[in-house]
């Protein structure tokens, strides 16, 4: 299906976000954007819309619309939010995740540890840019396949808006070191392994588990930066 006008204006503004292209703070000209992808200002207009909702973007007095940066009391919330939720979605899922889907979780898994042996491979602390655009994807949507097999369709709108600060907020702030990703495969694995045995108890306790190193992981990775 083709897409709108709106949509391809959406996808391209979200793109340069994550590819750190439009970074937190920066304003963006609704002229000169509609101008560099090709559409009127109306369709950027109803995406900026969108991504504030999301968000994503903010409407800054005197600066009209800019990247929204993240608060860490912001974090924190979300985290608390992310904790909560996907732990019970954890522990539905070990009742309700059929095979092709516990089949596609293990797809975005070894996706990831495609990226981990990437970075090991090539000897460098960090995943790059375009790697870590590619694993925070697939870390994504095996998160997201989680809350959906809940079947819990408020679950999943109030989750829509963590994810996307989400994807924000890793590919601007957290940069995701070898250790940290074995740590991360370690859980997911667990993770899976509990789903599929149908314990909810095990499967919830390593998603407790794993939100909480994340939150530890940013929080901490933030506090580093501002002290630099």
């Not at 109803?46 to 800019?66: D, K, R």
Request: net charge neutral.
């Amino acid at each position: 299906m083709k897409k709108t006008l709106k949509e391809v204006a959406y996808d391209y503004v979200s793109e340069k976000i994550s590819s750190r292209e439009y970074l937190p703070g920066m304003r963006l000209s609704e002229v000169a954007v509609a101008k560099e992808i090709g559409v009127s200002p109306t369709p950027l207009r109803e995406a900026y819309s969108q991504l504030v909702s999301e968000g994503i973007l903010e409407h800054v007095p005197n600066s009209g619309i800019c990247v929204k940066n993240i608060e860490k009391k912001e974090i924190f919330d979300l985290y608390e939010l992310r904790e909560a939720v996907e732990t019970f979605c954890a522990a539905k899922a070990t009742q309700l995740m059929n095979k092709a889907q516990t089949d596609r979780i293990e797809e975005f898994l070894n996706m990831q540890k495609k990226m981990a042996q990437q970075l090991l491979d090539s000897g460098e602390e960090f995943l790059t840019k375009e790697m870590q655009i590619e694993y925070l994807k697939a870390d994504l949507a095996f998160h997201r396949l989680i809350i959906e097999s809940s079947e819990n369709e408020t679950f999943k709108k109030i989750m829509q808006q963590y994810q996307a600060l989400s994807k924000l907020l890793k590919v601007n702030i957290h940069r995701h070191t070898f250790k940290q990703i074995e740590t991360t495969l370690d859980h997911h694995s667990k993770i899976i392994k509990y789903i599929k045995k149908h314990d909810p108890e095990k499967s919830a306790f390593w998603m407790k588990k794993h939100i909480q190193f994340s939150r530890k992981t940013i929080l901490e990775e933030i506090s580093d930066s501002q002290t630099e």
